[in-house]
């Protein structure tokens, strides 16, 4: 299976400390995944990486090849993976402004019918799980529903080093579990839908919903 890693940091400021913290919550996951799910495809898609317009034209708004080359190379990512690992940090209960408009650029048919994992973290005590509630919303409604089990770190400067390994007095396995119960309950929902999207194309069963609201069959 293909997973694509959404981080939702681009904060490069201080304070508060340390500036993308979100970065060793990252590296934590990578190297989780890498260890107990080598077997599967994983890319790190990094939001500093996706410098976006001021002015916001999604990526489907662009006719005929238009699109900036980024948008169109992670539209062919999104359309070719089978499931996604969204990390947050937590801004005003709320999740990364960031990973919002870079997830806002893509239609939802290019996410729907593919399975989602909920990461946040915190600077703070709850591990942004305010964020992540939201998060269930958003995603969603983007068609890559989240699997219940959801990882929040809190004070994630105390827990990872910025390499991404645990800091001295934190068990690695302990956190590897943690990190593995929603990583296998995604891939097993990510196993089970490729399957089914192979036999059953839900794009030609429901219509996709990117013109008007028409197409959403209210009478
Ligand atoms: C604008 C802003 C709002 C924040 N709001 C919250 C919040 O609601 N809850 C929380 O636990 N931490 C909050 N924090 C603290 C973040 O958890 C902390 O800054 C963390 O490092 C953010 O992740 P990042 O460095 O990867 O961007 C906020 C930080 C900023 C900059």
Redesign the pocket.
């Known amino acids: 299976m293909k997973l694509l890693v959404f981080l939702g940091?681009v904060?490069d400021s201080t304070p508060?400390r340390?500036?993308?913290?979100?970065?060793r919550v990252a590296k934590a996951c990578l190297a989780c995944l890498h260890e107990r799910f080598a077997e599967h495809e994983i890319e790190l898609i990094d939001a500093l990486d996706y410098p976006l317009e001021p002015v916001f034209k999604p990526h489907f708004a662009y006719a005929g090849g238009k699109a900036p080359a980024a948008l169109d190379r992670l539209a062919e990512k999104i359309a070719s993976s089978d499931g996604f690992i969204m990390i947050s940090?937590?801004?005003?209960?709320?999740m990364?402004p960031a990973l919002a408009n870079l997830l806002n650029h893509f239609g939802s048919s290019l996410f729907s019918y593919k399975p989602s994992a909920i990461v946040t973290?915190?600077?703070?005590?709850?591990g942004?799980m305010?964020?992540a509630i939201g998060m269930r919303t958003f995603l969603s409604e983007l068609g890559c529903l989240p699997v219940s089990a959801m990882i929040h770190v809190p004070r994630?400067?105390e827990v990872f080093e910025t390499d991404g390994s645990v800091q001295a007095g934190e068990d690695q396995a302990a956190w590897f579990d943690y990190f593995g119960r929603s990583f296998s309950q995604l891939l097993w929902w990510v196993q089970a839908a490729s399957e089914h999207r192979r036999q059953r194309d839900p794009h030609a069963l429901i219509k996709s919903f990117n013109r008007d609201p028409s197409q959403r069959n209210a009478p």
Do not use: D
Request: hydrophobic fraction near 25%; charge should be positive.
């Open positions: 940091t904060r508060p340390p500036a993308r913290l979100g970065v940090p937590e801004y005003n209960h709320s990364s973290y915190s600077a703070g005590q709850w942004g305010r964020a994630a400067q």
